[in-house]
């Protein structure tokens, strides 16, 4: 099975912030690679698929780039509407997410 | 408007059954795959299971393999997830999503609002 780590776990910064989040599988999966955000008590969106395409509808604020084993999400300014918690998640060989970055405003 | 509703969660006794609908709207159902991934409160999403078009396969992830099923009902717009000989380890909140082809692989793109499943005696 192909396990996704991601960091940091948590994750605080100030409003207009440009914030990183990196997430790295144990074995090549191309660019098969999303980002999810998940705000407090609500349903997963996606944001990001194929490492850096961006979603329909999703703020051009969010990026994301890497490929193979290394992956990153962007938000180039950092917006009290992104409070959430964010998952990479392979889609190479199965589905698998990694365990989630939590990100807050200072 | 993509709008998926799921349903049929609640409190069961450990080895019983219980069975979950995702009821699809503003989309043409039956030409998309439909997934379950469950997200214990607080914990990571974990996949568990997908039906596929236009063949209908199915897979299951290793730890509900044998125990849920999961089939659809393309005159109905929803698809079900039976899920036998529960167990604690079950309990979490279950999302139907909405598979789609992104970029040569097939993932999920809109997900519900889930349904809440508790396993305690």
């Known amino acids: 099975d192909i396990q996704m780590t991601q960091s940091p776990s948590t994750l605080s910064a100030s409003v207009g912030d440009r914030v990183t989040i990196t997430c790295r599988a144990s074995?090549?999966?191309?660019?098969?690679l999303a980002w999810y955000q998940q705000r407090p008590g609500k349903a997963p969106k996606l944001l990001i698929y194929?490492?850096?395409s961006l979603q329909s509808g999703v703020p051009s604020r969010f990026s994301g780039g890497g490929s193979g084993t290394e992956f990153t999400l962007t938000i180039s300014s950092l917006q009290p509407d992104d409070v959430a918690t964010y998952y990479c998640q392979q889609y190479d060989d199965y589905w698998t997410f990694g365990q989630g970055t939590k990100v807050d405003i200072k | 408007q993509v709008h998926l509703v799921e349903s049929g969660g609640g409190v069961v006794q450990p080895g019983r059954s219980l069975r979950l609908s995702c009821a699809a709207s503003?989309?043409?159902?039956?030409?998309?795959?439909i997934h379950w991934v469950r997200q214990v409160p607080g914990k990571e999403l974990e996949w568990v299971a997908v039906i596929s078009i236009p063949d209908t396969n199915l897979f299951y992830s290793d730890s509900v393999k044998g125990r849920f099923t999961i089939s659809r009902d393309n005159s109905k717009n929803t698809v079900y997830l039976q899920m036998n000989t529960l167990r604690p380890e079950d309990t979490a909140v279950y999302y139907c999503?909405?598979?789609?082809?992104?970029?040569?692989?097939?993932?999920?793109?809109?997900w519900g609002q889930g349904t809440l499943v508790s396993v305690s005696s």
């Open positions: 074995q090549s999966i191309s660019s098969y």
């Open positions: 194929k490492a850096s």
């Open positions: 503003g989309f043409v159902f039956s030409v998309y795959s």
């Open positions: 999503a909405r598979g789609a082809d992104l970029g040569g692989h097939p993932t999920q793109d809109y």
